[in-house]
Nanobody, 120 residues
Framework: QVQLVESGGGLVQAGGSLRLSCTTS????????MGWYRQAPGKQRESVTS???????NSAASVKGRFTISRDNAKNTVFLQMNSLKPEDTAVYYC??????????????WGQGTQVTVSS
């Protein structure tokens, strides 16, 4: 059974930091592309950042220089370090696990989401 369990969300003041974690089970984590998405009230879910099995990262322009994604393959966990948070970062943040390009078996899994609220 595949599970993606996020933690680390909460309420923080503008300019503050939070670190999200997503621990997975049931997938070949080391070969999986991991990502973080977010969805603010009344808006569509959007990609925040991602990291491939090889460690290559890709981030939305709105978070570059503030958010950092990393992974620990030994712990099957991906992290999102969020610094210099802004009120517009307020959203539910979702962890995503996607099969790598060319994988023989395709998959795309989501966590349950964790709320991040940034007060002004």
């Amino acid at each position: 059974q595949v599970q993606l369990v996020e933690s680390g969300g909460g309420l923080v003041q503008a300019g503050g930091s939070l670190r999200l974690s997503c621990t997975t089970s049931g997938i070949a984590f080391s070969t999986t592309t991991m990502g973080w998405y977010r969805q603010a009230p009344g808006k569509q879910r959007e990609s925040v950042t991602s990291i491939t099995s090889g460690g290559s990262t890709n981030s939305a322009a709105s978070v570059k220089g503030r958010f950092t994604i990393s992974r620990d393959n030994a712990k099957n966990t991906v992290f999102l370090q969020m610094n210099s948070l802004k009120p517009e970062d307020t959203a539910v943040y979702y962890c995503n696990a996607k099969s790598r390009l060319g994988a023989p078996v395709k998959y795309n899994y989501w966590g349950q989401g964790t709320q991040v609220t940034v007060s002004s």
